[in-house]
């Protein structure tokens, strides 16, 4: 079972940042890759960014420029960076991972629980 727990997530004015955490736990045999969605009312969830094992990175259009994607292979952490934020950034952030658990040939896709961010005008 592998458990992904998201912070980081607050209120801020737009302009401003803020840095998102995912940590993943469990019985994990390895990572392939790492990223993060968000989902705002009433639309479908997006992909924002994500991150291969490798440090491949990739970007929605959306966040370009603002965002950085990173992580840390021995603490299976991603981050999140994201500066200049707009009020259209408001959303529940997701972090989602495709792993492989001990004993597990497969790689399977696991979410966490969403950290909310909101960006005022």
């Known amino acids: 079972q592998v458990q992904l727990v998201e912070s980081g997530g607050g209120l801020v004015q737009a302009g401003g940042s803020l840095r998102l955490s995912c940590a993943a736990s469990g019985r994990i045999f390895s990572i392939n890759a790492m990223g993060w969605y968000r989902q705002a009312p009433g639309k479908q969830r997006e992909l924002v960014a994500s991150?291969?094992?490798?440090?491949?990175?990739n970007y929605a259009d959306a966040v370009k420029g603002r965002f950085a994607i990173s992580r840390d292979n021995a603490k299976n952490t991603v981050y999140l960076q994201m500066n200049s934020l707009k009020p259209e950034d408001t959303a529940v952030y997701y972090c989602?991972?495709?792993?492989?658990?001990?004993?597990?040939?497969?790689?399977?896709?696991?979410w966490g629980q969403g950290t909310q961010v909101t960006v005022s005008s």
């Open positions: 991150i291969t094992n490798g440090g491949n990175t």
């Open positions: 989602n991972t495709d792993a492989r658990l001990s004993g597990s040939w497969a790689h399977y896709d696991y």
